[in-house]
């Protein structure tokens, strides 16, 4: 029998406000309120072990955090800027989400050319903004994420392959039994006109996606999962899908059965009704089930055992910077990003000179500046050194 490990997903992307959204009572429109109303419930060992796992474990969320920047407007009120929303988490949530072993993600939404702040862009070239933020995660935030949820699960081919170089773990295909393809969005367009997953496998199996599309199995190394709404004007989650869950897992795969919210609705009781229904189906298929985040859902799903950390050994001339790994790694890369100001931050690609070693050649304007390298191993660890070029 299979094993199945339960991903609870948060799009993190702090208040909302918008009066012509289907349910607008149900939006929670400032921080205080988010903290009061949701994260102080889900935050809780009365919440956390209401329905504990096989191994009487607390439920473990990641939460895949938003940078609302890139846009010219803001029409619902979200709370723009760097960090705006990383920040607040961590200041306000930071021990509980150690406590109970919760992960920090990456949420992105892109812009559209319009610049409106609840227009999603689907051209993944006509900015760059997705690297300008990766750049601030890792030198303000000494953060390198390893999961990631596209914004309004909008994904291409172009965006898989750029995710290809960077992020192995990917939660955002949406293909299920009851989605809403027909629903319009904030521009205009049909949900199947600008999803590509309805012709996604539709399976708690992660799959390896091809390079020339992203719905179909294929060899890159980075991998899909799948990840349903739990409540939203595009599906519901019902019982009968987590029955399905379990009687996939009965036939011997193991599963990553994961389910995605918001943060600016509370959903405390629907989580713990989907909790009561995975109890439920463990016991009645004794099939066992286990609360992971993102990421070690998956290093479980492969079997992946290894504790030995990723090194990145650093040294610095006058000319240049050359950055040897002791392991493979995932990127075909490290990430190198340098701050030239307050408001101007740059991926620089390296020069590889061997297999474990690349190199970077310095330029005048990099005197003096602050510089960060991440990257990421085959087996699900991070590296991350943020320093100065004097």
Not at 25 to 51: A, C, E, M, P, T
Not at 281 to 287: A, G, L, P, V
Not at 348 to 353: D, S
Request: hydrophobic content about 35%; aromatic content about 16%; glycine content about 6%.
């Amino acid at each position: 029998m299979g094993r199945v490990f339960v991903v609870f997903c948060i799009d993190t992307e702090g208040p909302f406000t918008d009066p012509n959204y289907q349910f607008p009572s149900q939006l929670i429109g400032n921080w205080k309120d988010i903290d009061r109303i949701f994260l102080s419930k889900v935050f809780s060992d009365k919440f956390r072990y209401s329905f504990p796992d096989s191994n009487n474990n607390p439920a473990v969320f990641t939460w895949f955090m938003l940078n609302w920047t890139g846009f010219r407007t803001n029409p619902i009120q979200h709370d723009f800027g760097y960090h705006k929303v990383y920040d607040h988490y961590l200041k306000t949530w930071g021990k509980e989400i150690k406590k109970y072993g919760d992960e920090i993600g990456w949420h992105y939404h892109h812009a559209s050319i319009s610049g409106i702040g609840n227009e999603w862009g689907t051209d993944w070239f006509t900015n760059r903004e997705y690297e300008n933020q990766l750049c601030r995660f890792i030198i303000d935030c000494n953060f390198f994420p390893i999961t990631y949820r596209a914004g309004g699960t909008i994904e291409d081919t172009d965006q898989s392959n750029w995710l290809e170089q960077w992020i192995p773990y990917d939660y955002s295909n949406r293909n299920g039994d009851h989605i809403n393809w027909k629903k319009i969005e904030a521009d205009g367009s049909k949900l199947i006109d600008i999803l590509p997953w309805h012709k996604a496998p539709n399976s708690w199996v992660p799959y390896h996606p091809s390079n020339a599309d992203l719905t179909k199995p294929g060899d890159m190394k980075r991998l899909v999962v799948r990840s349903l709404d739990i409540k939203s004007n595009v599906n519901i989650i019902t019982e009968e899908e987590i029955a399905k869950a379990f009687a996939d897992a009965k036939k011997g795969s193991d599963i990553i059965l994961s389910l995605f919210d918001h943060d600016f609705r509370d959903r405390e009781q629907d989580f713990t009704k989907v909790m009561e229904w995975i109890s439920k189906y463990s016991k009645k298929e004794k099939i066992k089930f286990f609360y992971k985040s993102g990421k070690d859902a998956i290093k479980q799903f492969q079997n992946i055992s290894s504790i030995k950390p990723l090194k990145l050994n650093i040294k610095k001339s006058n000319e240049k910077i050359n950055i040897k790994t002791n392991k493979t790694l995932f990127n075909k890369q490290p990430f190198l990003a340098i701050k030239y100001s307050k408001n101007i931050y740059s991926w620089k690609p390296l020069f590889k000179i061997s297999e474990d070693t690349w190199e970077y050649k310095l330029l005048p304007e990099d005197k003096n500046k602050n510089f960060g390298v991440a990257a990421h191993d085959l087996e699900g660890n991070t590296y991350t050194k943020v320093f100065k070029m004097i």
